[in-house]
């Protein structure tokens, strides 16, 4: 998780490119505030409060408390709610709408959401899923539970998983999610 200006630096250069690849790309999202500019620009917030929230002095509360409300902001428009220190580094979010990620749930290195996706709990104190690096999660996918994804596991749109799935590479889809295949 970022604790460092190096590590903000890092988490932002590493994903500034999933979303503007080319500098003519950010000029024109810039101009046009198209979709890839803006969960961009979403993103780099979150990323900046996760920064200062990690910090200790007034100077980062303050640009907490700023970040922190430009990020919520934008998440309100956008559909988005992730919280801060869930999402390693490499975090791709495709689309705009209904992308809910529960405050304990822990994603990891270079994974992929779509849209209208949900990784949550089943209720009050109870835990929320781990997924390893490199998941895909297709449109309208919902994860509840204390389970466990393991890494390179793509799964399907529409489905729901509500167990763990302990293989790596594997595709699961349905509702609930089964194993398919290989991913």
């Not at 998983?161 to 194993?179: C, K």
């Amino acid at each position: 998780m970022i604790k460092t200006k190096q590590d903000l630096k890092e988490y932002l250069e590493a994903e500034r490119p999933l979303y503007l690849p080319t500098r003519a790309e950010m000029v024109s999202g810039f101009l046009l505030q198209s979709r890839g500019y803006m969960i961009w620009q979403y993103v780099k917030n979150l990323r900046k409060s996760e920064y200062h929230l990690a910090s200790k002095g007034l100077w980062h509360d303050i640009m907490y408390a700023i970040l922190h409300r430009k990020w919520h902001i934008m998440g309100r428009k956008l559909g988005l709610e992730i919280p801060p220190f869930t999402c390693e580094k490499g975090l791709l979010v495709y689309h705009c709408g209904r992308v809910a990620v529960n405050a304990d749930a822990r994603i990891g290195e270079n994974c992929i959401i779509a849209g209208s996706t949900c990784v949550g709990n089943t209720g009050p104190d109870t835990p929320s899923p781990k997924l390893g690096k490199n998941v895909y999660l297709g449109w309208n996918t919902v994860l509840v539970g204390g389970i466990e994804i393991a890494d390179n596991v793509k799964v399907g749109a529409g489905a729901v998983v509500i167990d763990s799935v302990t293989e790596p590479g594997a595709f699961v889809a349905g509702v609930p999610a089964t194993i398919k295949g290989k991913a």
